[in-house]
């Protein structure tokens, strides 16, 4: 790593979020082994007859699963394509009709993560979300490991409400411009700074996205298949308190690791950081009409979101996904400068929509809801009956270490949604709360913390060309391997807080209908 003159910071922190974006992932082996393996799984369901107790949709639902599944995890093509084909491979394969397949992809939490996106793009168009980093980061002091822990805090901040990928791509330029100002031919613990600094980047970005349902797609997907599958919703407020605590627990197990595990940092203070951040604020000038409005309408939001429960009890019809569609379109009526016809939010600024996440919840809705209907969830959950020998803390530590593993090598959402119908099923299986299991999953899904491909941050952060591989896969694996104790830990004391989860009891809104 070579540092620049801080004056060169600009055109460096330009090209490193260009390497970022642009880092080319080359088409290899395991995209062309997804084109034999994903539909060779589906032909085989096609000419084979179904194995006993698995009807003849459930089998071809399985084939049709598989095949998604494949193409998910190989990335042969890009994800949101694969998480369409359902419209037309349901259909054809007598899975159901095109109005019971595309029902999902209007699902209303889909509207909920719509709405937040809004609101996370209008931060974004005002400058908010930096403001906020800044002045957290400032605050922080000027010392390795403190600076180090600004950059994780003001990271996962943001992350709660923006995605992982714009917070990542939004704090890298302020952390090479860090980077940039540190002596040339620095010592050592200079150069790990470096180096765990931009890891705190990615980490704090993947990390707040755990503490809220908009933060990450595998939560979300979460809140989806437990609506659309049982009917039953997991309200913002109640994820939160789980998934802040969390966040909170992980954040200084990260900043250990960081700083004194993986990357010895010194105490000295870095000579010029503090003239950067105040360079940096002066940047952004005084706050404008359309930040202070982008944040009234933040709070406002984030605080009904809170509290649903008690509003609901006044206001039946408020939800998280009314809540956050008035808040989304809310951004659109509030004016600027009428003469101008300017407001906090327009039409264009939406182009930045993650369009392909709420196509993929959509996908992995309706590639659940067959799995459920045609018996497939049922069937997985008998061959499962194995395990009933096995203590459960032994299977949920197996189950949650290797979703988390195999979404180092894969996307965690792709991950998320063809795994979590069989992590429910499993629970079932074993007589227990299928919350038990998907909420854990669902977090361990999110930890990405050891290869690029794992989760957006890391693949930003890596492709600016200061963090190697084996740096990266060093720190995380340490991560991974302290984190799955830690989730499910809180997760079990928690969620019978939260979720009355109790051992060994299987809640009535998990239970099959009873047969006419």
Not at 467 to 484: F, K
Request: neutral net charge; glycine residues 10%; charged residues 10%.
């Amino acid at each position: 790593m070579t540092p620049s003159s801080p004056t060169d910071s600009p055109g460096e922190a330009g090209s490193a979020i260009k390497r970022a974006i642009d880092h080319p992932s080359t088409y290899g082996l395991r995209h062309w082994s997804g084109w034999v393996l994903g539909p060779g799984a589906l032909l085989l369901t096609l000419i084979l007859p179904p194995p006993e107790g698995l009807s003849p949709e459930g089998w071809k639902t399985a084939g049709a699963a598989m095949l998604m599944a494949t193409l998910w995890i190989c990335e042969s093509v890009p994800i949101p394509v694969t998480a369409l084909s359902p419209l037309v491979l349901f259909p054809a394969l007598g899975l159901g009709t095109i109005q019971t397949t595309a029902a999902p992809f209007a699902s209303p939490i889909i509207y909920l993560f719509l709405g937040g996106f809004l609101i996370a793009l209008a931060m974004q168009r005002w400058n908010l979300h930096r403001r906020v980093a800044l002045n957290l980061i400032a605050v922080m002091g000027t010392r390795p490991t403190r600076i180090v822990a600004g950059f994780l805090l003001a990271s996962a901040l943001v992350s709660m409400w923006v995605s992982n990928t714009a917070t990542a791509l939004m704090m890298l330029p302020i952390a090479l411009s860090v980077v940039q100002i540190l002596p040339q031919n620095g010592s050592s613990t200079l150069r790990n700074f470096g180096t765990a600094l931009l890891l705190a980047v990615a980490y704090g970005a993947t990390t707040g996205g755990m503490a809220t349902l908009i933060g990450t797609p595998p939560n979300a997907l979460l809140a989806a298949y437990v609506d659309e599958v049982y009917g039953f919703t997991i309200g913002f407020g109640q994820w939160m308190l789980i998934g802040v605590p969390v966040m909170l627990v992980t954040l200084p197990i990260v900043w250990l690791v960081l700083t004194r595990v993986s990357f010895r940092l010194g105490t000295e203070e870095i000579a010029g950081m503090a003239d950067l951040i105040r360079i940096e604020k002066g940047k952004l000038g005084a706050w404008s009409h359309g930040e202070k409005a982008v944040l009234a309408v933040f709070v406002l939001t984030a605080l009904c979101w809170i509290f649903q429960p008690l509003l609901s009890g006044w206001l039946p019809l408020v939800s998280d996904t009314t809540i956050a569609m008035t808040g989304g379109l809310l951004l659109f009526l509030i004016p600027i400068n009428l003469r101008r016809g300017e407001f906090v939010m327009n039409w264009e600024a939406t182009k930045g929509m993650p369009w392909d996440v709420l196509l993929l919840f959509g996908g992995g809705l309706s590639l659940a809801g067959n799995i459920e209907r045609h018996g497939l969830a049922r069937y997985l959950g008998d061959l499962s009956s194995g395990l009933n020998g096995v203590p459960l803390i032994v299977t949920l530590v197996i189950v949650c270490f290797g979703l988390l593993m195999l979404t180092e090598l894969t996307s965690n959402t792709a991950t998320a949604a063809t795994f979590l119908p069989i992590v429910a099923a499993l629970a079932l299986s074993l007589g227990e709360n299928p919350l038990l299991f998907l909420i854990p999953c669902a977090l361990a899904a999110n930890c990405s913390y050891m290869m690029p491909v794992g989760t957006p941050p890391n693949a930003i952060v890596f492709g600016s060309g200061y963090v190697s591989l084996p740096q990266m896969a060093r720190a995380g694996m340490v991560l991974n391997v302290a984190l799955v104790p830690v989730i499910l830990g809180l997760v079990w004391v928690l969620g019978s807080l939260v979720f009355g989860l109790e051992l060994g009891v299987v809640p009535s809104w998990a239970l099959p209908p009873p047969a006419p």
